[in-house]
C-alpha cells in the first residue's frame, strides 16, 4: 500500500522556521522524484519545489528561492522540506508527492505528473 505521510506543520511567527518530513512506503522511493506543493484556503494546489530521482537536482518556485530547502533520504524514504524566513503568506496546507521517473526525465511542476499524495500537513505563518 502506497503512502506518504507528512508531519512538522504547526503555527510558527513571521521570520521563523519549520522542517517538514514526508515518509513514504510502498513503493519505490529512490526512483521516484519528489515534490512539494501548497494549497492555501480558496486556491489552487501550487508547486513549491522538488528534487530528482538522482537527488542531484532541486527546482524551486520563484516565491521560495533563498528560504525553502528539499532534501531526500533514499535509506529513510523521507524526503523533506526546510523553510525559513517563513511570511503569511506561506500559510498553507503543504503536500508531498511523488513521481515515478526514469533518471533523464525532468522535474515537472505539474500536479497531474506526480502519481502518489500525501494527506497534507497545516502550516500557519503569524505576521
Known amino acids: 500500500q502506497v503512502q506518504l505521510v507528512e508531519s512538522g506543520g504547526g503555527l510558527v511567527q513571521a521570520g521563523g522556521s519549520l522542517r517538514l518530513s514526508c515518509a513514504a512506503s510502498?513503493?519505490?522511493?529512490?526512483?521516484?522524484?519528489m515534490a512539494w506543493f501548497r494549497q492555501a484556503p480558496g486556491k489552487e494546489r501550487e508547486f513549491v519545489g522538488a528534487i530528482s530521482r538522482s537527488r542531484a537536482s532541486t527546482y524551486y518556485t520563484d516565491s521560495v528561492k533563498g528560504r525553502f530547502t528539499i532534501s531526500a533520504d533514499n535509506d529513510k524514504k523521507t524526503v523533506y522540506l526546510q523553510m525559513s524566513g517563513l511570511k503569511a503568506e506561506d500559510t498553507a496546507v503543504y503536500y508531498c508527492a511523488a513521481r515515478p521517473t526514469i533518471l533523464t526525465t525532468p522535474m515537472s511542476t505539474e500536479v497531474s505528473d506526480y502519481a502518489y499524495w500525501g494527506q497534507g500537513t497545516q502550516v500557519t505563518v503569524s505576521s
Open positions: 510502498g513503493f519505490q522511493f529512490s526512483r521516484c522524484a
